[in-house]
């Protein structure tokens, strides 16, 4: 099993920015596709970006593409979501989970096997 703590959320006004961490237990995190998700009270979970195991390939939902950025760390067993130009529809838990297998570009909820606990993200307009 993987293990993944989410940090960096907090308070930010329109048009600011965030960067999210997630770290990972266990020595394989390399061997894993690592996406980015976020959900808001009364809504289902969004899948927002998504990044292969070399850091090479990513994958963004059209409603962060261009706003935010994913990228890893391999040495350090940490994804990171850069979030730019945030709006206050942005509000929301987000959360980093892991899937194993081959690269293929899903944000596919129950395409990922395990999730962090979540992060709160909030934007005041």
């Known amino acids: 099993q993987v293990q993944l703590v989410e940090s960096g959320g907090g308070l930010v006004q329109a048009g600011g920015s965030l960067r999210l961490s997630c770290a990972a237990s266990g020595r394989t995190f390399s061997s894993y596709v690592m996406g980015w998700f976020r959900q808001a009270p009364g809504k289902e979970r969004e899948g927002l970006a998504a990044?292969?195991?070399?850091?090479?390939?990513?994958y963004y939902a059209d409603s962060v593409k261009g706003r935010f950025t994913i990228s890893r760390d391999n040495a350090k067993n940490t994804v990171y979501l850069q979030m730019d130009s945030l709006k206050p529809e942005d509000t929301a838990d987000y959360y980093c989970a892991v899937r194993g297998g081959s690269w293929y570009p899903t944000l596919g909820v129950r395409d990922y096997d395990y999730w962090g606990q979540g992060t709160q993200v909030t934007v005041s307009s």
């Open positions: 990044i292969n195991r070399s850091g090479g390939r990513t």
